[in-house]
T-cell receptor, first 114, second 111 residues
Framework: KAGVTQTPRYLIKTRGQQVTLSCSPISGHRSVSWYQQTPGQGLQFLFEYFSETQRNKGNFPGRFSGRQFSNSRSEMNVSTLELGDSALYLC?????????????FGEGSWLTVV | QQQVKQSPQSLIVQKGGISIINCAYENTAFDYFPWYQQFPGKGPALLIAIRPDVSEKKEGRFTISFNKSAKQFSLHIMDSQPGDSATYFCAASMTGNQFYFGTGTSLTVIP
């Protein structure tokens, strides 16, 4: 069974631009969550989607948004990029029907804002 | 506010030794406690997980010890190998599939 797939793996953006990251969950998984990983803040929860609905949201500004499609694939968008948004963005999927499921991470998208 | 506190930040162990990483939490609503292993350039991979109704869980060389009253849990890696050198994260979750992660422990196993 294929794992969580994230694209693109690496990207460089200029401050003020926007970026869209994509995530394909493990087949059969309906929950997708996003995390930001930085050396200073560690792994921080952005949001979680289940059946195309945002079920939970972390403490990030509104510039960070996401969505989930009917095939469970998800995208996250960051608008008006700031230097501090440089991070590894990780997508994780789980079966999601009940809470507290194991989440499985992709390899992440490395975003550098210059 | 860090919901899950992890220590030590870094750990150096001789090959064959025992690596011990500790985590503590405050929120008694947490009901699922996984450990993840992350190699450079890779996403975190689930290592082992435990629920609070169990005090210990063992999978191969990896053991989680859980102390509900102290609100602490730890990862023990027995017979540590150089291939175990990685960053380890503890985590905790409650309803909502939102996971709170510790700050990570960089483990180096010296041959």
């Amino acid at each position: 069974k294929a794992g969580v797939t994230q694209t693109p793996r690496y990207l460089i953006k200029t401050r003020g631009q926007q970026v869209t990251l994509s995530c394909s969950p493990i087949s059969g998984h309906r929950s997708v969550s996003w995390y930001q990983q930085t050396p200073g803040q560690g792994l921080q929860f952005l949001f979680e989607y289940f059946s195309e609905t945002q079920r939970n949201k972390g403490n990030f500004p509104g510039r960070f948004s996401g969505r989930q499609f009917s095939n469970s694939r998800s995208e996250m968008n960051v608008s008006t990029l700031e230097l501090g948004d440089s991070a590894l963005y990780l997508c994780a999927s789980s079966q999601g029907e009940t809470f507290g499921n194991t989440i499985y991470f992709g390899e992440g998208s490395w975003l550098t804002v210059v | 506010q860090q919901q899950v506190k992890q220590s030590p930040q870094s750990l150096i162990v001789q090959k064959g030794g025992i690596s011990i990483i500790n985590c503590a939490y405050e929120n008694t609503a947490f009901d699922y406690f996984p450990w993840y292993q992350q190699f450079p350039g890779k996403g975190p991979a689930l290592l082992i997980a435990i629920r609070p109704d169990v005090s210990e869980k063992k999978e191969g060389r990896f053991t989680i010890s859980f102390n509900k009253s102290a609100k602490q849990f730890s990862l023990h890696i027995m017979d540590s190998q150089p291939g175990d050198s990685a960053t380890y994260f503890c985590a905790a979750s409650m309803t909502g599939n939102q996971f709170y992660f510790g700050t990570g422990t960089s483990l180096t196993v010296i041959p």
